[in-house]
């Protein structure tokens, strides 16, 4: 099926411990997204891909990495983890200003 | 000042209730607006888009209102399986591509 795929879909981290969460889309959209969602909080910007070989900060970047690998893949990385980032990760995509995003369906990261 | 407000509820109504949800966006320079549906630990999906003149999917009707800087939806003949959270989310003219501003939500329970 069409979409956004993101894995892993779950994940346990130790404090300090990195790693990538993936995301791959197959709609050919050129602007992809990285959002963090707590409750209370909404879904909050961490890094947007506006096209291949871009990538800008978005509302709360602090302590990740993005990489646009290609036009299908966008990245997300944590360096050293943090409690903190216990959260919903969503990546999305879009084709343009009148579509919408497509999210994926999340990754649930808990760091302890 | 938050781009999207919405008021977060919960809204609990009995089936068969009409239930209405607004959204207020501060940029006058927005120009896509969008209602999203949200379930319990799932990713967002589009429900529908607003258009300037309005418009109806079904028992959902969405409007806009430029003058006063509001989107609003509206549920009518309410289903137990409406229960979930309702994101708006704004696309700003002049902001990236495609980037939207979400509101944290709207959380509807609909009970028997």
């Known amino acids: 099926n069409a979409g956004v795929t993101q894995t892993p879909k779950f994940q346990v981290l130790k404090t300090g411990q990195s790693m990538t969460l993936q995301c791959a889309q197959d709609m050919n959209h050129n602007s992809m997204y990285w959002y963090r969602q707590d409750p209370g909080m909404g879904l909050r910007l961490i890094y947007y891909s506006a096209s291949e070989g871009t990538t800008d900060k978005g509302e709360v970047p602090n302590g990740y990495n993005v990489s646009r690998l290609n036009k299908r893949e966008f990245s997300l990385r944590l360096e050293s983890a943090a409690p903190s980032q216990t959260s919903v990760y969503f990546c999305?995509?879009?084709?343009?200003?009148?579509?919408?995003?497509?999210f994926g369906s999340g990754t649930r990261l808990t760091v302890v | 000042r938050k781009e999207v407000e919405q008021d977060p509820g919960p809204f609990n109504v009995p089936e068969g209730a009409t239930v209405a949800f607004n959204c207020t966006y501060s940029?006058?320079?927005?120009?896509?607006f969008f209602w999203y549906r949200q379930d319990c630990r799932k990713e967002p999906k589009l429900l529908m888009s607003v258009y300037s003149s309005g418009n109806e999917d079904g028992r959902f009707t969405a409007q806009l209102n430029r003058a006063s800087q509001y989107i609003s939806l509206l549920i009518r003949d309410s289903k137990l399986s409406d229960s979930a959270t309702y994101l708006c989310?704004?696309?700003?003219?002049?902001?990236?591509?495609?980037?939207?501003?979400f509101g944290r939500g709207t959380q509807l329970t609909v009970w028997p």
């Open positions: 999305a995509s879009t084709g343009g200003l009148n579509y919408g995003y497509t």
């Open positions: 989310a704004v696309n700003i003219r002049g902001s990236t591509l495609g980037r939207l501003y």
């Open positions: 940029n006058s320079a927005s120009q896509s």
